[in-house]
């Protein structure tokens, strides 16, 4: 969860790309910025104030760096929410160690929740970068629309 | 990124640090100036980097800033010669590309029947996200390994379609057992299904006829109404490309190559993970000609249901998101080349050995889709091609989709169809905003381009009657 921090930046915000489209997201701790970019993954195609669900679902992903294990993280989401048929609104990791990512996501089914964006076909290694700045760090993440 | 003018729409950026080739792009100087505003020609010398490229890394004139490789980038790599196929160079949506009917119906007979039409197309075209119209595993099985030829057999279609189709629908070489149990569970149910984006189902009418002769080989008459559907190959092709992308890394790593850009992550054709690569795109592929199959089937249902009958006919399906070993002379001699088209269509000249019956004098349709509720065109390859047979796939995109929403409401973009016309059936209206006419490039000097420059020659300019959007 975001916590305090959320009252300072936003957990993401959408930058400029012609064709797909492209999110920083912030976070205090690596895993915060994990969960705030899995956050702004969906909200770029839906509101996600509006969505509340329970249905949980497991995700694990393995990658060999932080950069790695971010892409790894959020097509996992992005593919069990395609095969759940839900639209996931609440992130958490529980683990985030060398190797592996371990966490879940909840949300409610895609069916009735209306798309605002084109929906993200994949997450890309373009551009991606994963910074620690003194404030705590931050994600540069460009997905195919 | 400098570049200079070498011909009358050509221009080129020279090789320097890793660059094996120049880049070349296909554009006048108003395109070019859009193009370099963003960063789709770094992207173009990116390209230049991959081991084997030969001759050049060519844009199309509807380049625009992708991933990996711009939009409407090509690049062949020399497959004996260590070339590398790199997925970036395909893109996620594998096989992509658009599938044109043409009928002999009017405007005046369409608009007759246009509510009834319209109506039965929004009710059976599944759009959006989630499942298509076949959810049949077993259809699955056949369609991953043969393509729109399982889709035939299985009943969909007329016997003549797959002439009509590049590669007759069927991707050769198709590995259906190297794709992931995660990419069938996310994407197995949607055959059938446009999705959303960019893709569409457009009902249209041809206004202008450029090349009489190649327009009555392609079964394209002036005033006639047709069906244009542009989609890929959905969850399926999207999870196979992440699959291999990940598995690519690695393995580029252990063969010693270096890209500039993560996401043109390579390995040679000649190597098991460029073979794995290979096969499992094919499989991927092949699911994506079945697709476009089915959708088609769908639209004659729709036109018989909605009062026309079933006057559809294939005029032709071209892949834009595809890598393909193909011959090609370099230096005089002919070489195996792994052909990557990212955004970009396959444009065979008269003559060649691969042209269907029928289509040898004239060359293969290039379909070419212009932005809702603007032209679509239809151009015919030309031998003097000078991008390994290849040209333009689209308007391409000008305006972010941050930038094309906040300029008006999806709700006054289809009033504004509505008032053309042109009748519109979203998936969601507010996303129409995202895909306005204003936010791509003007198509007919795309075209125009791609006949100055060789690539492809216009055969006649179509306009829109109806869209169906996810």
């Known amino acids: ?145 | 990124m400098e570049a200079r003018r070498v011909g009358d729409v050509v221009w080129e950026l020279e090789p320097r640090g890793g660059m094996r080739v120049p880049g070349r792009v296909f554009a006048t100087p108003e395109l070019f100036e859009r193009a370099a505003h963003d960063r789709a020609l770094d992207q173009v010398a990116n390209v230049a980097h991959l081991p084997g490229i030969v001759g050049a890394s060519f844009a199309m004139p509807d380049i625009h800033w992708g991933y990996g490789f711009p939009i409407g980038g090509v690049a062949a790599t020399d497959v004996a010669d260590g070339g590398v196929v790199s997925p970036g160079g395909v893109g996620f949506d594998i096989c992509c590309g658009v599938r044109l009917l043409a009928s002999p119906v009017t405007v005046a007979e369409f608009r007759r029947h246009g509510d009834g039409v319209m109506g039965e197309l929004d009710a059976r075209i599944p759009r959006g996200l989630g499942e298509g119209s076949i959810a049949s595993r077993r259809l699955l099985a056949d369609v991953l390994e043969r393509g729109a030829a399982a889709a035939l057999d299985a009943g969909f279609g007329t016997g003549d379609d797959l002439d009509r189709c590049e590669e007759r629908g069927t991707s050769e070489g198709a590995r259906p057992d190297l794709i992931t149990r995660r990419a069938l569970d996310r994407g197995g149910t949607q055959l059938g299904s446009l999705g959303a984006g960019n893709h569409f189902l457009e009902v249209q009418v041809v206004d202008r006829v450029e090349d009489s002769e190649a327009a009555l080989a392609f079964g394209i008459r002036e005033g006639a109404v047709c069906v244009m559907i542009h989609c890929g190959s959905r969850g399926l092709g999207h999870q196979t490309c992440t699959d291999h992308l990940e598995e690519m890394g690695r393995a580029m790593r252990r063969h010693g190559i270096e890209v500039p850009d993560r996401q043109l992550a390579c390995v040679p054709v000649e190597s098991d993970e460029g073979r794995r690569y290979l096969g499992s795109m094919a499989a991927a592929a092949n699911f994506a000609w079945a697709n476009r199959h089915v959708l088609a089937h769908e639209a004659r249902v729709a036109f018989a249901a909605g009062g026309i009958g079933d006057p559809l006919r294939l005029v032709f399906d071209v892949a834009h998101n595809l890598a393909k070993v193909e011959e090609h002379a370099v230096g005089g001699e002919a070489r195996r080349l792994c052909v990557h088209r990212k955004g970009a269509t396959r444009a065979f000249g008269p003559g060649h050995p691969d042209l269907p019956p029928g289509l040898e004098r004239v060359g293969q349709p290039v379909l070419v889709p212009g932005s809702m509720g603007t032209a679509s065109w239809v151009l015919a390859g030309s031998v003097e091609n000078p991008a390994w047979a290849s040209a333009a796939h689209g308007a391409g995109r000008v305006m972010s989709r941050k930038r094309a929403k906040a300029e008006q409401r999806g709700a006054d973009v289809r009033a504004g169809l509505e008032a053309e016309g042109i009748a519109v059936r979203p998936g969601s209206v507010r996303l129409l905003s995202e895909e306005a006419p204003y936010a791509y490039k003007d198509v007919d000097e795309v075209v125009s381009v791609c006949d100055r420059a060789g690539l492809a020659s216009p055969v006649a300019r179509l306009r829109p009657l109806g869209v169906v959007k996810g």
């Not at chain 1, 012609?18 to 920083?24: E, M, N, R, V």
């Not at chain 1, 760096?65 to 048929?85: M, N, R, T």
């Open chain 1, 1 to 145: 969860m975001v916590g305090g921090r959320a009252l300072r930046t936003p957990r993401y915000e959408v930058i400029e790309h012609t064709a797909d489209a492209a999110i920083i997201a912030y976070g205090d701790t690596p895993a915060d910025l994990f969960e705030n970019a899995a956050y702004g993954m969906f909200d770029i195609m839906f509101d996600l104030d509006a969505v509340a669900g329970s249905s949980s679902r497991p995700v694990v992903a393995a990658g060999d760096s932080l950069e790695d294990l971010l892409v790894a993280w959020l097509s996992s989401l992005l593919a069990e929410a395609e095969i759940a048929g839900l639209v996931f609104c609440g992130f958490t990791v529980d683990r985030l160690e060398e190797g592996g990512v371990q966490g879940s996501a909840h949300g409610a089914p895609v069916s009735g929740v209306e798309l605002l964006g084109p929906p993200v076909k994949a997450v890309t290694y373009h551009d991606l970068a994963v910074v620690e700045v003194p404030e705590g760090w931050w994600a540069r993440v460009v997905f195919d629309v």
